[in-house]
């Protein structure tokens, strides 16, 4: 019998409320896979809705941030990341290239669109 390969989405920031609802939302979707990460490994939701959880840096160092996420991808055959609050879509944005040739797939606007609206909206603030 064969089994049934599932795409597999990565959501960040799973143990925050946009994770939280996105990682919710997708479950709804058959043939996919949930892997939820979070920076906080006893973050309750990480372990409520995804179908695995796995760790990761926090994204205020970036570099780090960059290089697991990459090496998740690849371990874990990723087809989408789903970054989860607005530090990590700047993150994967200003990254873009490398996480492209790790192997997932994103819907995330380029950097300096990124830049002027997050960044700028906080510099107003």
Same mark, same amino acid.
């Given at each position: ?37 979070? &920076?906080?490994?006893? +973050?309750? *939701?990480?372990? !409520?809705? =995804?179908?695995? #959880? ?43 290239? &490398?996480?492209?040739? +790790?192997? *997932?797939?994103? !819907?995330? =606007?380029?950097? #300096? ?13």
């Amino acid at each position: 019998m064969q089994s049934q390969i599932k795409t597999r989405i990565l959501v960040t920031s799973a143990g925050a409320p946009p994770g939280t609802n996105m990682i919710r939302a997708l479950k709804k979707i058959p043939g996919v896979e949930i892997i939820g990460a979070d &920076a906080d490994p006893c +973050a309750a *939701a990480l372990y !409520l809705y =995804p179908d695995r #959880a796995v760790s990761l840096p926090l994204v205020s160092d970036e570099g780090e941030y960059v290089e697991a996420l990459k090496a998740l991808i690849r371990k874990e055959s990723i087809a989408i990341l789903v970054p989860g609050l607005e530090p990590e879509v700047l993150a994967v944005a200003r990254r873009r290239e &490398a996480l492209l040739s +790790a192997g *997932a797939r994103f !819907l995330v =606007p380029a950097a #300096a669109t990124l830049e002027k609206t997050i960044l700028g909206r906080a510099r107003r603030h």
